[in-house]
C-alpha cells in the first residue's frame, strides 16, 4: 500500500490545520496508523497512533487534548485534526501504517513522503 500525507502548511499559533493521508494500492481497513513527526536536527517521534478499527488511540502528551486522529476505512483514509497549533509543533509530518497498534515508528511498514507543518509565533 502507498500512503501520501497531504494538509500540511503555514499557519500562526492558535490555527488549526487538518492532514490527511490517502491511501492506493491497497486496503487501510485492517491496518493499525500513525502519525509521526520529525522536527529539523531531531528523531522522527510519535505524534498519534489508531487501531485498524479506529476503536484505540493513543497521543504524546504534547499533542493530547489539541490533536485528534481518526480513521475512515470507507475512504481509505486517515486524518489528523490539529488545533491550537504552537511554534513547537513545526515538524514535518509522515502518516504510517503497520499490522499492528503500536506506538514506535520501527513498527509501521508503510510511510507516505511527510508534509510540512510550520507555526509561527
Known amino acids: 500500500v502507498q500512503l501520501q500525507a497531504f494538509g500540511g502548511g503555514s499557519v500562526q499559533a492558535g490555527d488549526s490545520l487538518r492532514l490527511s493521508c490517502a491511501a492506493s494500492g491497497g486496503t487501510l481497513t485492517r491496518y493499525a496508523m500513525g502519525w509521526f513527526r520529525q522536527a529539523p536536527g531531531k528523531e522522527r517521534v510519535i505524534v498519534a497512533v489508531?487501531?485498524?478499527?479506529?476503536?484505540?488511540?493513543a497521543y504524546s502528551d504534547s499533542v493530547k487534548g489539541r490533536f485528534t486522529i481518526s480513521k475512515d476505512n470507507a475512504k481509505n483514509a486517515m486524518y489528523l485534526q490539529m488545533n491550537n497549533l504552537k511554534p513547537e509543533d513545526t515538524a514535518v509530518y509522515y502518516c504510517a501504517a503497520g499490522d499492528d497498534y503500536r506506538k514506535v515508528s520501527s513498527e509501521y511498514a508503510h510511510w507516505g513522503q511527510g508534509t510540512q507543518v510550520t507555526v509561527s509565533s
Open positions: 489508531i487501531s485498524w478499527t479506529g476503536a484505540l488511540t
